[in-house]
């Protein structure tokens, strides 16, 4: 959805240098839509509501002004991101700091535009826990829990709030008190979650915009063809553990529904593979830990002190093999205990491009829409992959951290020691020191 996300990888540099500017990179709008640069108009709230005003009920007593970058007259307004501007000075002196589609109408991050972009949307059957989980990733505690020790920073990239966003952070309060969030309901106008990422190594400083997308699980069941889900380049792929277990009992089950038309609509709409799978096996807590599959991958990556996070697996940057580890230890049970579905997986995503990780949000029995006990498991995972994968979060291997250029080049897991060997031009049948290019921290 955003273009080649991996244009940063094998030698191609977005990096930021003094005296040095990027031209425009073209955003795409929620419906999929890629904007060129004139398509992506410029307002403030005001001029907005007033446009607004004009569609619905007609007659205002101005219209509200759009201008874009070519408007003859107008001041382009830059920051450290890029080319492009953040706002704009109308000739009046206004300044016009919302963006908006041309195509959609829909209002538009600060910085799309401006720098690289990631859309992701948690996909998956009615109560899998997608709305849990976007919560809790969308907490501010959890992103000072994640970027501590780190060069990097994650704030909100949406310059104003709607009724929907208000919606989710009061769901947000809530479930600080142990109170579950509602469903998502069809037809809800969900917001989704924009944030304007940065990650600073030395001199070396990247910016990314990554959106986060929540959808309704009926939606998810009834995709249709025409659905706002295909456009996007990354897909968190909920089950929970329950259904998995419903499953194996014979019991009907609803994830195999959106499976069955997620990836068979995929294969149509996105031939180009150009998308990557995370499979989430939610509530795992559920699961029988003494499971000869899973027992193995139950290292929590996040323990409550005090009533706080704290990482104890990715505090010295992304683990690359802890999580591997733990998604082969996923792979291997749902290759027994569902096998239809694993290999449906397998013959339509590449297997570069699928990944697995399981997570319990709670972590403790519900009782209706409470909880008493809060003991999240590996919740920080599912963020700080994407992250990790796309540059944007230092990265560990083997205890230590890794060279930044040489992380952005590989993919996940077992292939790091070959990755990394390609990328050097060495031999299989060379000495290869690993030593030579890990550094302490």
Request: glycine residues 8%.
């Amino acid at each position: 959805m955003a273009g080649n996300r991996w244009a940063n990888l094998l030698g191609e540099k977005i990096l930021e240098r003094e005296g040095e500017r990027r031209c425009y990179i073209p955003y795409t709008d929620s419906n999929g839509n890629k904007l060129a640069e004139d398509e992506i108009l410029f307002t403030n709230e005001e001029s907005f509501q007033g446009k607004q005003r004009l569609e619905v009920w007609g007659a205002p007593k101005k219209e509200g002004q759009m201008f874009t970058v070519g408007s003859s007259g107008v001041e382009m307004i830059y920051d450290d991101a890029g080319n492009f501007p953040v706002a704009l000075k109308s000739p009046e002196g206004e300044l016009m700091y919302l963006k908006v589609s041309a195509k959609t109408g829909e209002v538009l991050p600060i910085h799309a535009g401006c720098c690289q972009s990631l859309d992701g949307i948690y996909t998956g059957a009615p109560r899998a826990g997608k709305t849990t989980n976007i919560l809790q990733m969308s907490d501010p505690a959890f992103h000072d829990t994640i970027v501590k020790n780190t060069n990097c920073s994650i704030e909100d990239d949406l310059p104003t709030s709607s009724p929907a966003r208000r919606r989710y952070e009061e769901a947000g309060r809530k479930l600080k008190e142990h109170i579950l969030p509602e469903s998502t309901k069809r037809g809800e106008d969900i917001t989704p979650y924009v944030y304007y990422i940065t990650y600073t190594e030395e001199d070396r400083v990247k910016h990314m915009l990554l959106r986060l997308q929540d959808i309704d699980g009926q939606e998810c069941i009834d995709l249709t063809w025409k659905s706002k889900v295909f456009p996007y380049n990354y897909f968190l792929l909920t089950i929970g553990a329950d259904e998995l277990i419903a499953g194996e009992q014979g019991l009907p089950v609803q994830y195999t529904k959106v499976v069955d038309k997620l990836i068979s609509r995929l294969r149509v709409l996105r031939g180009d593979n150009d998308y990557e799978m995370l499979v989430i096996i939610t509530k795992c807590d559920l699961l029988d830990h003494e499971n000869p599959y899973l027992k193995n991958g139950f290292q929590n990556s996040i323990e409550m002190v005090n009533g706080r996070m704290k990482q104890t697996i990715h505090d010295k940057g992304f683990d690359f093999a802890a999580f591997q580890q733990r998604g082969e230890c996923v792979q291997a049970y749902l290759k027994e205990e569902c096998p239809n579905f694993y290999n449906k997986l397998l013959h339509a995503i590449p297997k570069q491009k699928l990944s697995f990780c399981m997570i319990a949000s709670i972590g403790s029995k519900c009782d209706g829409n409470s909880f008493e006990d809060y003991e999240p498991f590996c919740i920080d995972e599912p963020l700080l992959s994407i992250l990790a994968r796309n540059g944007m979060y230092p990265v560990c291997d083997y205890g230590e951290r890794l060279h930044e250029e040489t992380v952005q080049s590989f993919s996940v897991g077992r292939g790091i020691r070959n990755r990394l060997k390609s990328l050097l031009e060495i031999s299989e049948d060379d000495e290869f020191d690993e030593d030579e290019f890990y550094e302490d921290e």
